[in-house]
């Protein structure tokens, strides 16, 4: 009975360092709207390149350089999760409207939900299904109530929405298929966000003008995301999916775009409105729901 209480006091443990990775990605907003007119692929180079220069000095500080010695094809899989998913992800964001590629972009969370039902081990049940999509329909008025939906069938825009697709398919894909790769260690992530901040580079130099932080407070905001959300949330969220509830995972993780907004209010970049209400009840409320096992579970005497 104590190994398995033990076994579930893990899974709880994991589960809540994965809900750490979705509050820094509440800071998204904040700290990108603190970098400035930096174009997304530099500043995607510049925050993976970071996270990954820091935490590969962490592995050779203590003798760990070793693990990021993986079979080429945990490589290719950590690379084209990070890398994939950010560039449809900004691809998506350039040819459709923002507001309509982001809602489509955060169907991740449901995709997550409904994939890990396929996991060995794993049950998806109607309370998961019920909190999930409370937390869409939470996350769809939040963002719509930002600008408004408006969908175009121009060429450019359906190129958008597909990668807006694509990007939710790659983000949950990746999530779900690191459970299934519980044997590679979390500190292979270091190598693919160097890979990724390399990819990133390239692209920024075929894709983009070069722009600059112009400030202290631009590349403070530059430091900061790529220290907590563009860094050390990957890392954490890869413990969370493989180690803890994936189903609470991808349930809480529409707390992000909600708490994203909540910070930008707080801070003088928007207004409490009607849609960011309705928001905050369904979002804690579908992941209240979602999380009924992990949170009213009956302890064993």
């Known amino acids: 009975m104590a190994a398995a209480e033990s076994v579930v006091d893990q899974r709880l443990r994991a589960t809540l360092i994965g809900l750490s990775a979705v509050l ?7 700290f990108g709207a603190g970098s400035g007119a930096v174009p997304p692929f530099l500043l995607n180079a510049l925050c993976f ?64 939900v409904v994939f890990s039902a396929f996991l060995p081990g794993e049950r998806l049940r109607a309370h998961h299904v019920v909190g999930t999509v409370l937390g869409l329909a939470g996350a769809a008025v939040l963002i719509a109530g930002a600008g408004g939906l408006s969908v175009s069938l121009e060429g450019t825009a359906l190129l958008g929405y597909g990668a807006a697709v694509a990007s939710s398919l790659f983000w949950s894909t990746y999530s779900v298929v690191s459970r299934r790769l519980e044997n590679v260690p979390t500190e292979a992530v270091a ?60 349930a809480a993780a529409y707390s992000a775009p909600l708490l994203s907004t909540l910070l930008l209010i707080a801070f003088g970049f928007g207004a409490f409105t009607a849609a960011v209400a309705f928001a905050c009840l369904a979002i804690t409320l579908g992941a209240v729901i979602a999380a009924k096992d992990m949170i009213f579970r009956k302890r064993r005497i």
């Not at 820094?24 to 904040?30: D, H, I, P, V």
Request: overall charge positive; hydrophobic content about 55%; some cysteine.
């Open 191 to 250: 190598g693919f966000c160097l890979v990724t901040s390399l990819f990133s580079a390239l692209c920024h130099m075929g894709l983009e003008q070069t722009v600059w932080p112009a400030s202290l407070v631009e590349w403070g905001s530059v430091a900061a995301l790529g220290l907590f959300p563009v860094g050390l949330a990957f890392f954490t969220w890869d413990i969370g999916v493989k180690r803890g509830d994936i189903q609470v995972l991808g």
């Open 24 to 30: 820094m990605w509440a800071t998204l907003g904040l």
């Open 49 to 112: 390149g970071l996270s990954g220069g820091l935490a590969l000095i962490y592995l050779i500080v203590r003798g760990r350089l070793h693990l990021l010695r993986q079979p080429w094809r945990v490589w290719a899989f950590g690379t084209i999760g990070l890398f994939g998913f950010h560039f449809f992800y900004f691809t998506a964001i350039r040819n459709a409207p923002p507001v309509d590629a982001n809602l489509i972009n955060y169907t991740w969370p449901l995709l997550i």
